[in-house]
Nanobody, 125 residues
Framework: QVQLVESGGGLVQAGGSLRLSCAAS????????MGWFRQAPGKEREFVAA????????YYADSVKGRFTISRDNAKNTVYLQMNSLKPEDTAVYYC??????????????????WGQGTQVTVSS
């Protein structure tokens, strides 16, 4: 079993930056594909970014490409999402998720088995 806890959310002005962290316990994340998703009020949960189990490949939604960066530190059992040039439309609850082991690419919610509780990101205009 993997437990995930997100942190780093908050209120920021448009154009600002935030770094989300996802700390894991229970198991090492080093063999899991990891991802970030978000859900705005009244909308479905959507893919934001993912990183392969090896850390060698990253994937982004078109809406965040060039602004967000996903990374992982296996020694700290933590995954990060650096968010720059934030826009009001980035406002959502952001969720960290752990997917299949030894998976290179996972961008769909059904590919993820473990989820954190979410952290709120609010971007004001």
């Amino acid at each position: 079993q993997v437990q995930l806890v997100e942190s780093g959310g908050g209120l920021v002005q448009a154009g600002g930056s935030l770094r989300l962290s996802c700390a894991a316990s229970g198991r090492s994340l080093s063999t899991y594909a990891m991802g970030w998703f978000r859900q705005a009020p009244g909308k479905e949960r959507e893919f934001v970014a993912a990183i392969s189990w090896s850390g060698g490949n990253t994937y982004y939604a078109d809406s965040v490409k060039g602004r967000f960066t996903i990374s992982r530190d296996n020694a700290k059992n933590t995954v990060y999402l650096q968010m720059n040039s934030l826009k009001p439309e980035d406002t959502a609850v952001y969720y960290c998720a752990a997917g299949g082991r030894f998976v290179e690419r996972a961008t769909m919610t059904y590919e993820y088995n473990y989820w954190g509780q979410g952290t709120q990101v609010t971007v004001s205009s």
